[in-house]
């Protein structure tokens, strides 16, 4: 095989992997887009205040339910978070201590697998249609009639 036939493959392989990378990205997203869904459906609002941090800048909370205080550590940091904070949260109602945040920042993972997914397809599909245009070229310099 020639240089061209060794790039036309690379390319095919680069279009496959980047298509079949995004897919498995719309995949998740949609997957953590459900259990969101599904969780704001069954989980309580709620207003909690931030109390500490721990070393790696995640807070801890506080919040009332059914007259007794909850105190625990919520999965979702933010550099606008601070001590003292009244926030937005959900808790499980059959675990008072399974808690998530409401609004825009609780549908931060799917909207980066979303995002991330349409990026790969993109690159994924540029590189096919590069490869298309190559191989197109290849076979207009060899005197093939290209359609």
Known sequence: ??????????????SIVFCLVGIVFTAIGGLTYKDMRERM????????????????????????????TYETRLSYSSTTMRLGQKIEIAYDPENPYEVIKTGAGGYLLPIIFGGMSILFVVI????????????????QDNGFIVY
Not at 126 to 138: F, S, T
């Open 1 to 14: 095989m020639d240089q061209k036939q060794d790039y036309l493959r690379i390319l095919k392989i680069i």
């Open 41 to 68: 459906e069954t989980y309580i609002p709620v207003t909690a205040e931030i109390t500490d941090f721990d070393r790696d800048d995640y807070p801890y909370i506080s919040y009332t339910v059914d007259g007794k």
């Open 124 to 139: 994924g599909i540029l590189v096919a249609l590069a490869r298309r245009r190559a191989k197109e070229k290849e076979e």
